[in-house]
Each structure stands twice: as structure tokens, then as C-alpha cells.
């Protein structure tokens, strides 16, 4: 059954792999003088990412499995990882595409989405047949796809830092801060921001619970480019199953 997920999906740099253990935890960044990357400035350019007009994207999700075959009594657990691209044109046209990751693939549970005048079709993956499109409900997916890092926050009001830089966080250079969520579910998001256009350019997210691999972990990141593409890119497929009839 389809549920509404948050569309996450992650940063493309480099040739598809896996890595087989968890990252070894990086020590803590350095902070910065305020000036110019000023915390405060960060709030309302999250904001503005809830009203992009137009971008292109490159995005990964990785989550922890189990190693096959393990052992159930000591089980062990290796990241997977899904890799998109994507663009999206305000009000409501966004288009997506996996384009290498884990073999078993499945973390978002499509091989390409298209959103447009508010209609959403998926390309669906199956098993010896070519894949195919159908349409779903439109509510399922977030459309702005760069949004999802405020889906994420929620309401909380973290206490981001300046820092130099965030081992995993895409582009390089502008502004870097840094937030971390504690609990039994901690997480580390940090966010690049352009400081002379006010815009983010990048973000990332690691959420799992604390101590060894438990198969709970995840890390989303996602790069932004601040163009405008082609109206065609969003063009509904030409052949697709229609939305059941509610």
C-alpha cells in the first residue's frame, strides 16, 4: 500500500557503490566567526526553499540492511544507497530519475516520477518485464522535492552553528552550519548556504539511534543548481495505468 513519504533522494558525484560499514564517526567541526555567516540568515533561506521557482537536483538516500547471509544472533548491517537526479518548475511540475544505487534498488520504490498540473505518474519496476508507468495519487509524494529538508526539521528550532565545513555535505565553499538532535533518535543536519544570494545549496541529514549499527540509520543529501529547465522535461508518459477509480 502507497503512503505519503518525504522525497528524499540523494547526491550524485561519483560512479554508484556501497560502502560495507558505516562511516567512522568524523570529529567536530570548527566553529567560524558569525560574520558573514550569520545563524540567523538561515531560517528565512530554508523558508525560500518552500517557494522555489525553478532548480535541478542531485540527491542520494542511504539506509542501513542486513548483510546477506548474517548471522540473526550477531546480525551485521552495510549502508545501500539510491541516487537521483531530478528538476523542478513552480507551481507543480517536478520530474525525477534513479540512476544507480544499491542492485536491490527499491528505496523510493520507482525508477522515475513525474509531477505535473496535478496529476503524478511512477515508473514501477518489474520483475522480468519492462518497467511500468501509472498514475498514483498526487498527495503521496512531496512535489517540491528541495523542501523536504523543512519536512525533516519540523517545528523544532535547532540550534544551527557556523562552521568551516561538513565531511558528506555537497558543494563546496558559501556558508556551513551545523545542528544536532539528541534523544533516542539523534540526528545531524547541516545546510550550505550562498551568502551573497541569500539561497540554499545544499543539505544533509544522518538520523539512527546511538551506539552499533541497528539497521535504523539513514543519511539523505541533496544538491541543489539554481536553473530553469525545459517545460518538455515534465511532459505526462505517453502510455501509463490510469488511477483506480475511488
Known sequence: MWRRRTLVIGLVFATVGCSADPVPTLPSPTPIPNEPCDAETLEPA??????????????????????????????????????????????????????????????????????????????????????????IDPNLFETNPASAINVIIG?????????????????????????GVGGDQ????SVRLDPLLGRVVSWRSERGSPGPADGSGIRQSFEIVYEQPSADEFQPPPSFEPLPAS
Open 186 to 189: 539523534p540526528a545531524e543536519i
Open 155 to 179: 517545528d523544532r528550532r535547532l540550534p544551527f552553528e557556523a562552521v568551516e565545513d561538513v565531511a558528506g555535505l555537497p558543494s563546496k565553499g558559501g556558508c556551513v552550519f551545523l545542528a
Open 46 to 135: 530554508l523558508a525560500r526553499l518552500n517557494e522555489s521557482a525553478e532548480y535541478r537536483f542531485k540527491s542520494i538516500v542511504e539506509v542501513q540492511e542486513l548483510r546477506r547471509p548474517t548471522n540473526l544472533n550477531n546480525p551485521a548491517f552495510i549502508w545501500v544507497a539510491e541516487r537521483s537526479v531530478g528538476s523542478f518548475l513552480a507551481p507543480d511540475r517536478a520530474r525525477v530519475e534513479i540512476v544507480g544505487g544499491d542492485p536491490e534498488g527499491g528505496r523510493l520504490g520507482y525508477d522515475a516520477k513525474i509531477d505535473t498540473g496535478g496529476r503524478t505518474w511512477i515508473l514501477v519496476p518489474e520483475v522480468g518485464q519492462p518497467p511500468t508507468w501509472r498514475e
